[in-house]
């Protein structure tokens, strides 16, 4: 089995996204363990629209490439579409942050909410 920790993000319709992003999660990696859902300042972003975050970590027997693939269409299921980017609209960003022992998105990880979500998270699992 594979550890995942991804973060999931939104700055469009954020409560109706995030849902439907644990949702499809809870489908395809059940069960999945989740960090409280945070609201974050835009980073990079001229589109001053706050992201609601979540932490989230399940494990698999799929390996990095699948998940990657499934994670996609996630996205592309909740509406994201390549024009949005434009515009700065964020339907649902799904990042993979570990893989295993991983660190996969490094600058991503180092993140404040993503380290108060990873404390969070597991604290509530009883994890060190």
Not at 24 to 40: G, H, V
Not at 44 to 63: E, G, H, R, Y
Not at 67 to 93: F, M, Q, T, Y
Request: proline share 5%; aromatic share 10%.
């Amino acid at each position: 089995m594979h550890k995942y920790i991804v973060c999931i993000g939104s700055n469009y319709n954020r409560t109706e996204n995030l849902t439907f992003a644990r949702q499809k999660l809870a489908e395809q990696f059940s069960p999945i363990y989740r960090a409280p859902e945070l609201e974050t300042e835009p980073l990079f972003f001229k589109n001053p629209a706050l992201f609601s975050n979540q932490v989230i970590m399940f494990f698999s027997d799929k390996d990095e490439e699948l998940v990657k693939r499934i994670l996609k269409d996630i996205e592309l299921a909740s509406g994201r579409l390549p024009e949005d980017k434009k515009e700065e609209k964020v339907c649902l960003d799904i990042d993979i942050l570990l893989y295993d022992d991983k660190i996969i998105k490094p600058e991503d990880w180092e993140r404040e909410y993503v380290q108060q979500s990873l404390s969070a998270l597991y604290s509530s699992l009883s994890i060190k």
